[in-house]
């Protein structure tokens, strides 16, 4: 008799039920197909991603930009390295700029071993990250010819021997725990137009990084928080938020009064003690709501 195992059926790869468009009705969040270098992510008819298992090659850039850790069934890539450096055998594909970082902040890399005619990929990745190391007033990364080490370790490569002092090991994914270790710069920023901004709180409530806090006479923008996932900008009924790329990290705090409505007589909060009629009752012309 044939046995049936549930660990038989293909595992399933792609944005999983944590993505930001199976959550919010009217997310415009397209950031795993931005990056994919393979085009395996695509968008359907009803606003979710796929992916393509076929043309998905493991790379993971996906992973580190996903703002919520939505996709499933791909693992960060195994790298080799020695005390503060990269060494062979390299990927095919160069490791994004978010990939590096987390290797710098995490395992203190800041040196690559190669020689300058085997991998240009790797070249280019390095130089990206260095412009964005430079942003963050960090020390940048340096280029350096294989070590005798490095080239003995080559050849017992591929003997299948381990090389003493080399390891093998991947750093953490996603845009989330990238933002709580490298908080001195932020990556993105809710801008707020005061003037469209009715202070409903939808944008607080939704945002699951609390980058947008109500305290008591208070509103809280932080962009040090902030993934990026567009949540708040997709529930905002008065297109006041806005979601953009920005390497500032500077907290805004804006002070917000409270206010009674000249027609309902509720107590709501304002940008200005000087309203006189609640978000609802301007909603409500000819007196509607006074009736």
Partial sequence: MKVFSTETRPRYTGAGRACVRNTVKHSRCSACEEVCPTGAFTLTAEGKMEINPHACIGCGYCLFNCPVD?????APAQRHYRDNRLVPPFSPVAPCTEELLMWHS????????MEPDTASVWFQAVAALNVRLRQMGEPLWNIVPPSPQTLNGSRRHWLHLKN?????????PGRRFRRSRLTQVSEYSPELDQSRCTLCGACARICPEEAIRFDDLSMTLDPVKCTGCGNCEAVCFDRALSVRENRESTIRILRIEQARCGVCRRDYIAWTEEENACPVCRRHTFGMREA
């Fill in 106 to 113: 995490e395992y203190g890399i800041c040196l690559v071993e």
């Fill in 70 to 74: 939505a996709v499933e069934g791909i």
């Fill in 164 to 172: 003493a002092g080399d390891f093998t090991g991947c750093v953490t």
